[in-house]
């Protein structure tokens, strides 16, 4: 999938992250701001980047801000900025499920 332009997912709530994804040349960089981060700043970039391998993105910029999401928050919203960056509007669900599950 290639991202086409920037877009979001999320919101600043708690138990919530706000995922934007930006058009890169290549490869993938993920800025980071959580209270967490130190404890489970790795699993956070972790999920992210399931998420976008599950999705075969290879160049991307993501900027994520965490307010203690689950795993299945930080996949399902990482999912929705992508599908909304490459103007995807036809989706598989039951394939989709099984990347947040």
Request: aromatic share 4%; hydrophobic share 45%.
């Amino acid at each position: 999938m290639q991202i086409k332009h920037a877009a979001s997912a999320g919101t600043l709530e708690s138990s919530d992250i706000t995922i934007t994804l930006k058009p890169a040349d290549s490869g993938v960089t993920i800025a980071l701001d959580s209270s967490v981060q130190k404890q489970f700043g790795r699993q956070i970039k972790a999920q992210i980047e399931a998420a976008l391998k599950a999705l075969d993105i290879t160049a991307v910029n993501v900027v994520a801000t965490d307010k203690g999401a689950l795993d299945c928050t930080i996949k399902a919203r990482t999912i929705a900025a992508a599908y909304r960056a490459a103007d995807v509007q036809d989706y598989n669900w039951e394939e989709i499920n099984s990347w947040i599950n």
